[in-house]
């Protein structure tokens, strides 16, 4: 049975957990962002539904990735780099033909 002025029964206390000050600001803001989109400020903003210009002049890897695309390179995660140097490796064992030629290849 709750009174009139009994508060409502919450299913966890907020003031209950400890945040860093980085947590507690990002959650201000987005409590901010979240009023504001709410209001509308974000409505009819220059650019609405139009794509974004992500050109490479603000990333540090820019010469990088644009040599790589110029020269045609590709790099796998070492992980398949792995998988297809130990297929390329066995399908060179296979070749050879007995125990002396397959350990002087791996050593």
Do not use: Y
């Not at 000050?21 to 400020?41: C, M, P, W, Y």
């Not at 540090?60 to 297809?84: C, H, Q, T, V």
Request: glycine share 4%; hydrophobic share 45%.
């Amino acid at each position: 049975m709750m009174h009139e002025h009994a508060l409502p029964l919450t299913f966890c206390n907020p003031s209950a957990f400890a945040f860093d000050s980085e947590t507690a600001i990002a959650l201000l803001a987005d409590v901010h962002i979240r009023k504001a989109i709410e209001r509308g400020d974000f409505d009819d903003l220059p650019g609405s539904g139009k794509p974004l210009d992500l050109s490479d002049a603000h990333d540090p890897d820019w010469w990088l990735k644009s040599f790589m695309k110029r020269e045609g390179l590709a790099f796998l995660p070492p992980s398949i780099e792995l998988r297809k140097d130990d297929a390329a490796l066995d399908e060179q064992l296979d070749q050879l033909s007995n125990a002396k030629a397959v350990r002087h290849e791996i050593a």
